[in-house]
């Protein structure tokens, strides 16, 4: 997945004032309940907490994408397979998933760290998805506005 040092470059090229609330990035471990909910992040008070994905970097579900996750992926270099069985993987290597986490996930999760000002779920979920994009995406791309 990611390591420490990879988090702390990335972080590194946020203005102090967006990273001065975070304490700590924690790498958690895969739990029962991780691998039955796709969950990649957390943010809870100060802390983010990045979950890892299968060892083998193939994600089954049971329902296919939605085309929110079906871009989002894509974007980030998964690719989503359809199965005989009807379940759907999404795949990945270790270039696309560390791209992934980087740049999408820990960004999204800062997002909602340094979000103060929206305060229901929804309006929460766009601003960290915009940030992701703004401050992740774009910027990894070198295509920031």
Partial sequence: MVT???IRDRLSVFPEDMVR???VVQLSQMTRKKGRF???GLQWGQ???LYPIEENLVETFQRPPKPAQWNEARMYGGK???GKDGHW???WTEETIRDFYLNNILIHELGHLVDNRNSTFTDRERY???FAIEYGYRYSRGTRS
């Fill in 89 to 91: 993987q999404l795949i």
């Fill in 21 to 23: 609330p975070l304490q």
């Fill in 4 to 6: 420490p040092a990879e």
């Fill in 80 to 82: 989503w397979e359809e």
């Fill in 38 to 40: 796709p969950c990649y």
């Fill in 47 to 49: 802390a983010l907490y």
């Fill in 128 to 130: 960290a998805e915009w």
